[in-house]
């Protein structure tokens, strides 16, 4: 049977712990960002093993998000690529996604350990620090291969993380996917990812926007691209249009999602803009919101898969899930028994 989601990025086994500030001083990190690590963090992930207890989720922000669509289609629906390696952390990856009811078809590497990600948590914030290892070594020539290709030609809708574009096998297959969408009229939905991308890897994320349908972000990424685009505007919504307008491949109108923590998610499709408010939590129900962006993405691209293309509706299936996220430790759903009850938007 098909599948009708197919999501493709960095794989990333998530090490999940609750530092003090002086940590993120000490390794120079931001609360609420997202980074490569590079030589200055490598004492990092040895560090928080030992000195915290951490706990481990199957993460990456597309696989998150896929996992999420899968809570709310038909089982078999959804299905994840990306690169690990035949190692221990790979084989917990493995079990984790089959665990919520998701595919996986991985390229498996023997050149790099299995990606992972160091999240820090302080109070409601997060710090994401991530190590792709396997994960950067994913090849389009995997993605290329006849039975890999079959998946993607069967496939109706596609969600790539931006995180991928920081590597050439990630990039290309976006490119490669992007553009099959565009020419068969399907979907494609492409998230921003992270601020950085907008500052060090622009041309290749304008390349694959150019074939993008849906365009995810937040605010901090949202503000990111309009500086670096010299929109000179902070307003989220004159952003969301923008974004909205940018170059498309085919003649599709380009949907924009902006989400912003505890305000109203953004949606824009050309100079038309809305403001939908989320569904509001005390503070004494917040246990993590590490995911939750994932979280939302999933249930908008869940219920947008089932072939429901009114944005209103999608964001509450995000609003939805994302407030199921926060009430959590780190991007995780209830387990696939208790899925029931699922209301209807």
């Known amino acids: 049977m098909p599948y009708t989601l197919l999501a493709i990025e960095n794989p990333l086994l998530d090490i999940q712990c609750k530092p003090e500030q002086e940590l993120l001083e000490k390794y120079n990190l931001k609360a609420d960002d997202a980074i490569l690590a590079d030589e200055s963090h490598k004492a990092l992930f040895n560090e928080i093993v030992e000195k915290y207890e951490v706990a481990y989720v199957a993460g990456g922000a597309a696989q998150n998000t896929a996992r999420g669509a899968q809570y709310f289609l038909p089982p ?3 299905v994840y690529m990306g690169c690990i390696s035949n190692d221990k952390f790979g084989e917990t990856m493995k079990e984790s996604a089959k665990a919520d009811g998701l595919a996986t078809n ?10 992972t990600c160091a999240v820090l948590i302080t109070g409601h914030h997060r710090s994401l620090v991530a190590n792709l290892a396997a994960a950067e070594k994913l090849n389009v020539s995997f993605v290329q291969k006849a039975e890999n290709w079959k998946i993607v030609e069967e496939a109706k809708y596609y969600y790539f993380g931006g995180f991928c574009i920081t590597h050439d096998g990630g990039y290309n297959s976006a490119i490669l996917v992007s553009k099959h969408a565009a020419e068969n009229n399907k979907t494609f939905a492409l998230n921003l ?16 926007i150019k074939n993008t349908d849906i365009l995810f972000g937040n605010e901090d990424e949202a503000r990111t691209y309009s500086k670096q685009a010299g929109w000179n505007t902070d307003d989220i919504e004159e952003i969301a249009k923008k974004l909205s307008q940018l170059e498309k491949g085919n003649s599709k109108p380009r ?11 953004i949606t824009a499709v050309g100079n038309e803009s809305k403001v939908h408010p989320v569904i509001k939590v005390q503070e004494s129900e917040i246990v993590d919101t590490n995911g939750a962006g994932d979280g939302f993405c999933g249930g908008f691209m869940g219920l947008y898969a089932q072939g429901v293309e009114d944005a209103s509706r999608c964001v ?6 994302a407030n199921i996220v926060i009430k959590r430790v780190g991007p995780t759903y209830p387990p696939m028994a208790e899925r029931t009850n699922i209301p209807t938007f």
Do not use: C, M
Request: aromatic share 10%; proline share 4%.
């Open 106 to 115: 991985y390229e498996i590497t023997t050149e790099a350990p299995t990606g």
């Open 76 to 78: 078999n629906s959804t």
């Open 316 to 321: 509450q299936a995000g609003h939805y899930l």
């Open 255 to 265: 949907l924009v999602v902006i989400t912003q923590g505890a305000d109203a998610t």
């Open 193 to 208: 990812s992270a601020p950085f991308l907008s500052q060090f890897f622009k041309e290749r994320l304008d390349a694959v």
